[in-house]
């Protein structure tokens, strides 16, 4: 059973670009999350998605935006980059909300994120 | 204060040995907690989840949950140096939201 893929796994971008990160959830797996780890702020919740609604938002500006498809992929975008989102973004799929063990997260390899 | 909170190390425990990692959280109505391991590098996998106060063990693994304190902890019997890596505490705040502590690194001495 394949894992959780993002892509893509290393990116570098300068300040004022934008950038779309990509998540395919386990198979079966309907819910997709995104976080995002840097060392001083650790790992931080950015958002949730469930049926192509997002249903929960961390405390991050409106810069970094995401959707889901039909088909549980998942993007996520943060526009007009600046040096402080350097950072590993990392998704993490688990079955829907309602389900046993909803709680319970699957971490992708992430996409390392340098902004420059 | 923190959400959620565990010493950052290093821990340094010597092969065999027992390591012993704590972890507390603010949130009283936390249902749900869990522990990952992280190797450098590479992104955290789930090593156990706790929903009861008490003890759950798999193998040489025990999570240690005490609600009425607000404290979490995981011991590591038989400590081996494949267990050096960064473990995280996790609280659940809603189906996908977790709230992590900023990781124990951990490194075994052979």
């Known amino acids: 059973k394949a894992g959780v893929t993002q892509t893509p796994r290393y990116l570098i971008k300068t300040r004022g670009q934008q950038v779309t990160l990509s998540c395919s959830p386990i198979?079966?797996?309907?819910?997709v999350s995104w976080y995002q780890q840097t060392p001083g702020q650790g790992l931080q919740f950015l958002f949730e998605?469930?049926?192509?609604?997002?249903?929960n938002k961390g405390n991050f500006p409106g810069r970094f935006s995401g959707r889901q498809f039909s088909n549980s992929r998942s993007e996520m975008n943060v526009s007009t980059l600046e040096l402080g989102d350097s950072a590993l973004y990392l998704c993490?799929?688990?079955?829907?909300?309602?389900?046993?063990?909803?709680?319970?997260?699957?971490f992708g390899a992430g996409s390392r994120l340098t902004v420059l | 204060q923190k959400e959620v909170e565990q010493n950052s190390g290093p821990l340094s425990v010597p092969e065999g040995a027992i390591a012993s990692l704590n972890c507390t959280y603010s949130d009283r109505g936390s249902q749900s907690f869990f522990w990952y391991r992280q190797y450098s590098g590479k992104s955290p996998e789930l090593i156990m989840s706790?929903?009861?106060?008490g003890d759950k063990e798999d193998g040489r693994f025990t999570a240690q949950l005490n609600k009425a304190s607000q404290y979490v902890s995981l011991l590591i019997r038989d400590s081996q140096p494949s267990d050096s890596a960064t473990y995280l505490c996790?609280?659940?705040?809603?189906?996908?939201?977790?709230?992590f502590g900023q990781g124990t690194r951990l490194t075994i001495n052979p």
């Open positions: 996790a609280v659940s705040q809603g189906a996908q939201k977790l709230v």
């Open positions: 706790i929903y009861s106060n």
């Open positions: 998605y469930f049926s192509e609604t997002q249903r």
């Open positions: 993490a799929s688990s079955l829907s909300p309602a389900a046993a063990g909803a709680n319970v997260l699957t």
């Open positions: 198979s079966g797996h309907r819910s």
